[in-house]
């Protein structure tokens, strides 16, 4: 299932289903989404703040179904990650959003909703910039324009120039569904109801501010649940902060993954700009996609919006 495009003129929904943003920011990027040509209904809640959640679970919980009821709402997204969105999973009726399909986008905490609505719902989301995040990075705009304005058809998604990718595959090619965003976030939901599946999937991950002893651990308890065994390959994004001044009793971010992942000789995909850092390309949760293990590219095999 995909939602309606997005048209200039129509209205998204702002949630704050994790973490508390500064109303001035708020405000401020409000001001350049109307200018884009969209019109903008807040959450009801989107001003909490209690500790470092943007209000209290029901009413983040209440505010992001509400989005979902409105049929005056045609997208809905959330304005930035932080910590939260998992304690509001238990209170969320997917039948809500499976009755009323619409855009979702988010990142990074918001991966735990993308992956659950994807496989309840079965409706493809969008790991994509939040409302808070850096749009005047051109190419992280045109990249979230396009997912939720004009791709109704297959198309390609692929690093932008200067950026390549590192590729390890015996295949020339892999397809599957396209799953996963913040490894974090995919390590902790394991043994819960919403953990991900990863069964010939093809999985994305990346993170930021982690040490590699930190990923090393994640990725081994991806290991020992069989979860990475499972996939059918994997794209690693953007890695921001995940070194350390010194490696006297580390390895390195490279020999984690080398040992976690590349071990396991599935085709992989290395630095593909999606994550916490810029350009940050916006990729499609919960669609088939055939991954190039050559060139890196991604190609969409379907519209993931009508």
């Not at 994509?128 to 995040?133: D, E, K, L, R």
């Not at 599946?197 to 040490?211: A, G, M, Q």
């Amino acid at each position: 299932m995909i939602a309606e495009r997005l048209k200039f003129g129509d209205t998204i929904g702002l949630v704050s289903p994790a973490g508390a943003d500064n109303p001035d920011s708020i405000k401020k990027s409000i001001s350049f989404f109307k200018s884009l040509g969209f019109n903008i209904k807040e959450g009801e809640h989107i001003y909490d703040k209690y500790g470092y959640f943007a209000g209290n679970d029901k009413d983040r919980a209440e505010d992001f179904t509400n989005m979902f009821l409105d049929e005056d709402i045609d997208m809905v997204l959330c304005i930035r990650g932080g910590y939260g969105a998992m304690r509001i999973l238990p209170l969320i009726d997917f039948n809500v959003i499976r009755e009323n399909p619409k855009i979702f986008a988010g990142f990074s905490d918001i991966t735990t909703l993308l992956n659950t609505i994807s496989s309840k719902c079965n409706l493809v989301t969008f790991h994509s910039p939040m409302f808070n995040s850096n749009f005047s990075d051109k190419i992280t705009l045109e990249s979230f324009l396009y997912s939720i304005m004009n791709a109704y058809n297959p198309y390609d998604i692929k690093n932008p120039e200067g950026f390549n990718t590192e590729c390890f595959s015996n295949v020339p090619s892999i397809t599957g569904e396209l799953v996963g965003g913040n490894l974090a976030l995919i390590s902790s939901t394991l043994g819960t109801p919403y953990e991900i599946d990863t069964k010939n999937k093809i999985l994305f991950i990346e993170d930021v501010s982690e040490e590699p002893y930190r990923i090393d651990r994640m990725l081994t308890q991806l290991i020992l649940s069989g979860k990475l065994q499972q996939c059918r390959g994997f794209i690693l994004g953007q890695f921001t902060n995940c070194s350390l001044p010194h490696y006297e009793r580390s390895l390195t971010l490279k020999e984690v993954i080398e040992d976690r992942i590349l071990s396991l000789n599935k085709p992989t995909v290395l630095n593909f700009q999606s994550g916490h850092s810029y350009p940050k390309l916006t990729l499609p949760i919960g669609a088939q996609i055939k991954l190039d293990c050559k060139s890196g590219i991604i190609h969409v095999l379907h519209g993931v919006i009508n």
